[in-house]
């Protein structure tokens, strides 16, 4: 329980995040739960590793910092091809999608694997009552083939470091003269909710435009799993009603850019994603990085 480590209840917790659970790796690494929900990944689109083109992995910082997770996941899945890493924080799964969807229309690959995989845990400071309670760890994966089901897309970069950041830990050098990172991560909370909030309704807004749709047409709204309260916050100014946006926050926490993908298999598993509806993606996190898109099933 959190609350035995800070000062915190669970209703503090539920009330200003919807958080009630969410998971945390104990002797598992971040390499097992990716390489887990790469293979059910291609169980389910009935693809053999060997048939993948390309493996694209994001996290923010997989079990090493070299070799990649993807280098990795290709090996323990048996596949040959390109794989590599990026970092786009929270927006990664919008990026990996945008990414995916160059390579398939360049010509240079036909059966990409997209791998979303965090472990926040690693990176908080459990005695900030603030952000430790915010963060679960997790994995999804995608797999990609050229195809007309994505019918907008954008991406975004504004660059700062003030707020939302997690230092990195080095090797001490004779030579270093730079000043210590904190490595734990640290966020302006109010000011992020404020980024994220006008970053989902302006992307939003924009890619629905670009597809020719509007709120009524889209099935479901699967958001970024971040806080509560800027789905709700966002809810009213793009037209949507409850029932529309999709909701794990409750049980997962933010996994980061894991989020997305792992609330899109329970989706797929619960049936309320059918062939044929429309539904959007929207994402936001450090860099400061946002991401959207319009999808038809």
């Not at 707020?163 to 050098?173: A, D, R, Y």
Request: proline share 3%.
């Amino acid at each position: 329980m959190v609350s035995e480590i800070v000062d915190t209840t669970d209703e503090w917790i539920t009330s200003r995040t919807g958080i009630k659970t969410r998971y945390v790796s104990t002797t598992e690494t971040l390499l097992d739960l990716a390489v887990e929900a790469s293979k059910k990944a291609l169980a389910s689109a009935g693809i053999e590793s060997k048939d993948l083109d390309m493996i694209i992995c994001s996290t923010i910082k997989g079990d090493y910092v070299t070799p990649s997770m993807a280098c990795l996941i290709q090996r323990d899945i048996e596949a040959k091809c390109p794989s590599f890493d990026f970092n786009a924080a929270c927006s990664g799964f919008v990026y990996g999608l945008d990414m995916a969807d160059a390579y398939i229309r360049a010509g240079k690959a036909e059966t990409i694997l997209l791998v979303s995989a965090e472990a926040m845990t690693r990176h908080i400071d459990w005695t900030d009552r603030a952000t430790c309670v915010l963060f679960g760890d997790g994995a999804g994966a995608v797999v990609l083939k050229k195809g007309d089901g994505l019918r907008s897309i954008k991406i975004t970069a504004k660059g700062d470091d003030k707020l939302l950041v997690i230092g990195s830990v080095f090797s001490p050098s004779p030579f270093a003269k730079q000043p210590q990172i904190d490595p734990a991560f640290r966020m302006n909370g109010g000011e992020v909710f404020k980024f994220a909030v006008s970053s989902v309704i302006k992307d939003v807004k924009q890619v629905m435009k670009e597809a020719g749709v509007e709120a009524k047409d889209i099935a479901m709204m699967v958001p970024h799993q971040a806080n509560l309260r800027v789905f709700q916050a966002a809810r009213d100014k793009l037209g949507f009603t409850d029932e529309q946006i999709a909701n794990g926050i409750d049980h997962y926490g933010n996994t980061s850019s894991a989020s997305i993908p792992l609330l899109l298999d329970e989706l797929m598993e619960q049936g309320r994603l059918v062939k044929g509806d429309l539904i959007v993606l929207t994402a936001f996190g450090g860099g400061l990085t946002t991401g959207a898109c319009v999808i038809k099933l």
